[in-house]
């Protein structure tokens, strides 16, 4: 090993340790960056670079689709969607065996759809739908497990926010992106919903029956949701159909989300004003991150350590699916560590460029086509099994910041029994991982159609 290369897995173990100690992510980033650049090519060249870097990394045009869908989601929390959407799926879903816990779930897969934050979903829907599970006398575990796992929809369904993080740093077109989630985001909800019922099955008592809701109270309840159908059929269909781009489209969102709102009279000038500073902070945040994930970048990029990673995979001899699952794994390993845009923006630019080697150059001589498929395709891929890892993260201990959001909501439930209930939907999820890892085509086979 050279001194440089050194030099930066001393980097990457000193980031690591910074933020076990709970050092902000953005400011880790940007110490260790800033120092290691220094250390490598002298105070010179780093200041020189920090002059226009900021300036670089925040003048992209699809970074403006951020704080659009960051403020839609914060619209939508004020303007009482989540009610809407769980009182309609409860009508749905109430009159089986744990029909409340399925209804959680699909209000946060809606909820998820006008937000595009798994913290937020979980946290809305955490406070809309645990009053109606807990009187209806479900288990704690199964009440706050649900709740906590739904959340982690809000980062799958489109708009995601972290899909938008994903597809800036690989250079995939967002949209494409969005197209290839819907499929595996459908899927989590179907298994989610399986889970409960089995669950409740195997435990009557963790999941009473609801009582079955009149049929008048069935047509208020979906004449209430459609709204929201209608706000995600313009904003994604809009997308999806070429109508326009992701930031209109996030523009017209905020509008649709804003005209509900006001209509129904829950968004005054005092939740807006909220709304607006909930966007700047949060956006802030978002950017600062993103800064010092292009400060490591640099630093990494020239102690050499992504192109070691990578040639240490193209002669390690290991098939492709193999190293993939060693990728996917160290994902869900730093879930425990960090929140899940962080993860991508700390992994992905040290993992695409291996996943890049598998798929080529020695590769293809060792084992035939790497993955058998191009490189467009292979990042939409790997891209929704990345997030479907990272959502994971989301509700593994010893971070898991799901569970701890929703234990702040039900802080009569120990957080012990939240993280038993989250245990089969985090067994349901490595399912899905494998289905998708077997079956490409669940994600890839809606963008081809459309595209086509």
Not at 126 to 132: H, I, M, R, T
Not at 266 to 271: D, H, P, V, W, Y
Not at 308 to 317: D, L, N
Not at 359 to 377: C, K, L, R, T
Request: aromatic fraction near 10%.
């Amino acid at each position: 090993m050279t001194d440089p290369l050194l030099l930066g897995f001393a980097g990457m173990a000193t980031l690591i340790g910074l933020i076990i100690l709970r050092m902000p992510i953005a400011y880790a980033m940007i110490l260790v960056g800033g120092i290691g650049v220094t250390l490598l090519s002298g105070v010179d060249i780093f200041m020189s670079q920090l002059k226009t870097l900021a300036y670089g990394q925040f003048s992209i045009y699809d970074l403006s689709v951020l704080p659009m869908f960051v403020l839609m989601g914060a619209l939508a929390t004020r303007a009482g969607l989540s009610h809407d959407l769980f009182r309609a799926a409860k009508a749905w879903f109430g009159r089986f065996r744990g029909g409340s816990a399925m209804a959680a779930v699909a209000a946060c897969a809606g909820f998820g759809a006008v937000c595009g934050s798994s913290l937020a979903t979980a946290s809305t829907m955490g406070k809309v739908a645990l009053p109606e599970l807990r009187k209806q006398n479900y288990s704690g575990a199964l009440a706050t497990g649900t709740l906590a796992a739904g959340g982690v929809l809000g980062i799958l369904i489109p708009p995601s926010v972290v899909l938008i993080i994903y597809s800036i740093i690989v250079e995939a077109n967002i949209v494409t992106m969005f197209k290839a989630a819907l499929v595996p985001g459908i899927l989590a909800v179907v298994l989610f919903i399986v889970t409960i019922s089995i669950y409740s099955r195997i435990f009557p008592n963790a999941a009473p029956r609801a009582d079955r809701v009149s049929a008048k109270e069935w047509v208020s309840a979906t004449k209430g949701v459609l709204p929201v159908v209608l706000i995600f059929g313009l904003v994604i269909g809009g997308m999806y159909l070429g109508w326009f781009n992701p930031t209109p489209a996030a523009a017209v969102g905020v509008v649709l989300v804003w005209a509900y709102g006001a209509l129904r009279k829950k968004l005054g000038a005092s939740q807006m004003r909220e709304a607006l500073e909930e966007t700047a902070k949060t956006t802030g945040m978002i950017y600062l991150i993103l800064l010092g994930a292009e400060m490591l970048k640099i630093f990494m990029s020239r102690a050499g350590v992504p192109q070691a990673v990578a040639e240490w995979m193209a002669t390690s001899g290991l098939p492709p699916l193999v190293v993939l699952s060693i990728l996917l794994l160290s994902l869900i390993v730093l879930g425990c560590l960090m929140d899940s845009l962080s993860m991508i923006l700390l992994a992905i630019p040290f993992f695409w460029p291996v996943l890049l080697e598998l798929n080529g150059g020695a590769y293809q001589a060792a084992f035939g086509s790497g993955f058998g498929m191009s490189s467009d395709d292979l990042k939409i891929w790997f891209g929704l099994l990345a997030l479907i890892v990272v959502e994971l993260g989301l509700i593994t201990p010893p971070v898991g910041l799901n569970v701890f959001v929703i234990s702040s909501i039900a802080d009569d439930i120990p957080m012990r029994e939240t993280f038993k209930g989250v245990l089969p939907f985090f067994f349901v999820e490595l399912v899905r991982v494998s289905l998708l890892v077997a079956f490409p085509m669940l994600v890839l086979w809606l963008p081809t159609v459309m595209s086509g």
